[in-house]
């Protein structure tokens, strides 16, 4: 059987004003993506042959971000501000290509699934015209109703032009919506613009399509599948049920989380077999950890790559371009970014590496930082293999530390260090015999001094 063609639009014109926010509504961030993209993505995911995304006016921006995410989806502008239907209606022209299904899906519901789409699908290949996602809030209040009869969408009402027997209805509007694509212009340009704000409202291809004598019937899921983002209230709830997803789905993978509720994930964090996070660690985008690695607690990791065995913090904070070799070890406040560990190397105390390789089995000694910025540009810093770099010494880049060098504690290194070298370089040390007391009478009677001054 052939498969069905199918055409998602995505619309994602609005300004968000009560976001308080100058960043257009859709480009506002869970779990380290933005909404949109977390839109696309379940389309991605739902195998939708082609995607248009609707925006507003000089919403470049927002266009980019789909591009970025789809790179073959199409743009359009919704130039005036007339409503649903018409903002889907800006898309008329991929419409116009005849795919057998449309979906319509918001770019302010970030917690819709892949499969929720294929499910809205479903009835459509079975011969409705409209499928509609409905759920059942706590308190309705707001939402469109769904008038039903039996197991057929009779009208959605929305709020401010539903009757009082209408308002009491549990059964909500969830907004996305399916159209086949046979009947979805003629269902789209029958809308008119009744209702009380002169606006043309996608909710109403429902009573449309029942006057042309097709089938409608709505779909229930759950409500967080619906949720849309207006606030920055609804923005932090959403977050917390994104978050909730993807430490289930890295339990359920088989890493160990010691206290799931305060690791923070990103919605590309990916994790090998056996990983232990401990508490309060966050994950920011574009993380890799590889089986067996152990991240301790109050790290935080962001465009990191952890290899096998390897071990972070606690209070470590690997920055992006890090890339940890197995066994690798980076401990308690060391801060890495663009740098390579290799593997067994360790800095286990009060670091910075930054821009920089370390060799294999290389000890980096606490204290220890790669001084990268010259006030105008990046120099990077090389460390050979089983190097041992002393406590408290600075590496002023560009530099090259041999393999199997040894730098030793409190030096500050500015040439190129040949393999197998010692290399000091900080003052001479000078003791005095018997001076400590005198010093210590010498402080007394300043402070006396200073006392009766």
């Known amino acids: 059987m052939k498969a069905r063609s199918c055409l998602a639009i995505v619309l994602a014109a609005g300004e968000g004003t009560r976001m308080r926010s100058g960043l257009p509504k859709v480009l ?41 995410v789809i790179p073959g989806a199409e743009c359009f502008v919704q130039r005036a501000r007339r409503g649903t239907a018409h903002a889907v209606l800006a898309a008329k022209s991929a419409i116009g290509r005849g795919p057998d299904d449309i979906l319509i899906i918001y770019g302010d519901t970030p917690l819709i699934r892949a499969d929720t789409l294929k499910r809205l699908r479903a009835p459509l290949a079975a011969g409705a015209a409209v499928a509609v996602l409905a759920f059942r809030p706590s308190d309705p209040t707001g939402y469109g109703r769904l008038v039903t009869e039996g197991n057929k969408l009779v009208a959605i009402r929305e709020d401010a032009d539903a009757s009082a027997s209408e308002k009491s209805i549990g059964l909500c509007n ?56 207006n606030t920055k209230s609804q923005l932090a709830e959403a977050e917390a049920v994104a978050q909730q997803r993807l430490r289930k789905a890295a339990l359920d993978r088989g890493v160990t989380l010691v206290a799931p509720e305060t690791v923070f994930l990103s919605a590309d964090t990916k994790f090998g077999k056996d990983v232990v996070v401990e508490p309060f660690v966050v994950f920011g985008t574009k993380v890799t950890v590889e089986d067996n690695a152990i991240i301790h607690a109050f790290s935080h990791l962001v465009g990191a790559h952890i290899g096998k065995g390897a071990s972070v913090g606690p209070y470590a904070r690997l920055r992006p371009g890090t890339r940890l070799g197995a066994g690798a070890r980076i401990g308690n406040f060391v801060e ?88 000091l370089a900080r003052g001479r040390q000078v003791v005095k015999e018997g001076s400590a007391a005198r010093l210590r009478s010498l402080k007394s009677i300043g402070k006396k001094k200073a006392h009766s001054d």
């Not at 933005?34 to 925006?55: E, F, I, N, R």
Request: net charge neutral; proline share 2%; charged share 20%.
């Open 336 to 423: 890495v970014k663009e740098a390579v560990i290799e593997a067994g190397a360790k800095a286990n105390h009060l670091s910075y590496i930054g821009d920089a390789s370390v060799g294999a089995d290389a000890n980096i000694g606490a204290g220890t930082i790669t001084c990268n910025y010259d006030g105008a540009e990046k120099h990077r810093t090389t460390i050979g293999k089983k190097a041992f770099i002393g406590s408290n010494s600075a590496l002023v880049a560009p530099v090259a530390i041999g393999a199997g060098a040894y730098i030793g504690s409190g030096s500050v290194i500015t040439k190129n260090v040949p393999a197998g070298a010692l290399a």
């Open 28 to 68: 506002h961030a869970i779990a380290g993506r933005s909404l949109l993209a977390h839109v696309l993505a379940a389309v991605a995911d739902a195998k939708v042959g082609a995607t248009a995304v609707v925006v507003g006016p000089g919403q470049k921006a927002v266009a980019a971000e789909a591009k970025r």
């Open 174 to 229: 969830g907004g996305i919506m399916a159209l086949a694509g046979a009947q979805a212009l003629a269902i789209l340009e029958r809308i008119g613009d009744r209702n009380r704000k002169g606006e043309f409202y996608l909710t109403d291809a429902v009573e449309v399509a029942n006057g042309m004598k097709l089938n409608t019937l709505a779909i229930e899921v759950e409500e967080d599948e619906v949720r849309g983002i």
